[in-house]
Every structure is written in C-alpha cells, then in structure tokens.
C-alpha cells in the first residue's frame, strides 16, 4: 500500500536532499498504511509526529544548503517551506482536536499532492544555481 512512490524523476542527484526526500516519501507512505488498516490513534499520532520532526529537519538542512551557494530565490523557497509546517501543524492540530472525525486519507492526499509539486518545480528549480556554484568553486 503506497501512496506516492520514489521514481528517479524525484532525483536532484544531491544525496542528502534525495535521501531526506526518500524518508519523507516513506513517513507519507507510513502513514497512509496505518490509515487504511485501521491503526489507533496513537499510532496515527506517532507517525504525524515523526513527520512534523523529518519535515523540520528536512526544511532546516535544505535552507542551509539554498544559503551556503546564494541560491537567489530562497527567501521565496523558505516562505513555501513554512506555509507547508503551518498547513502541517493545522492537520495534527485538528486530528488532536477530534481523531474520531479526522480524514487521515485527505491529509495523506495534501501531503502527497505537495510533495510532488514541491520536488518538482521548487526543488528542481534551485538545481540550476548548484550546477552554477560547482563551476564557480
């Protein structure tokens, strides 16, 4: 049971990007796994849990990376970033709020339809400004 799965267009050939994006794929998959077997609300919780924390760790290491070459559009991809922690913590918030009646499948979509929209054009937009970097070091 898969909701998304990892294909090479997902690759931005930077290992550390590309394996967080791999582990991101899987917390999504994770989760949509619990969702359809039923799992209780402390399983579901963990697994949103340890999705807001690679998220974070994830967004923290990306941004670092965007600065330390002066990708030029970061301010704009940092602001994408926190938009999607924001649209996060407000699907955990309401699953706190009321598990009973939460639509795990819905966030499971939102998170799926943002991952390859995210990779895909904002990710594999600062690609250029790495190849760029390599030839001026």
């Known amino acids: 049971m898969t909701a998304i ?6 690759r931005t050939g930077l290992p550390d990007i590309d394996k967080d994006h791999e582990r991101l794929f899987a917390l999504v998959n994770e989760l949509h796994r619990r969702a359809e ?15 807001l924390e690679y998220v974070a760790y994830h967004f923290s290491r990306e941004e ?3 600065q330390s070459i002066g990708y030029s559009d970061f301010d704009d991809h ?10 996060l913590t407000s699907y955990v918030d309401r699953f706190s ?8 499948q ?3 979509s939102f998170l ?26």
Not at 79 to 87: D, F, P, V
Not at 97 to 104: G, K, L, R, V
Not at 121 to 137: E, G, W
């Open 64 to 66: 670092s990376l965007l």
């Open 37 to 51: 077997t039923g799992a209780n609300e402390g399983d579901l919780r963990k697994v949103m849990e340890d999705l």
């Open 97 to 104: 709020a009321d598990p009973e009646s939460f639509d795990t």
């Open 78 to 87: 940092a602001t994408a970033h926190k938009a999607l922690e924001k649209h």
């Open 5 to 10: 799965e990892w294909s090479e267009k997902y």
């Open 112 to 137: 799926v339809d943002w991952l390859d929209k995210h990779i895909m054009v904002v990710d594999m937009a600062y690609l250029k400004s790495f190849q760029h970097f390599r030839v001026r070091v």
């Open 106 to 108: 819905d966030f499971v």
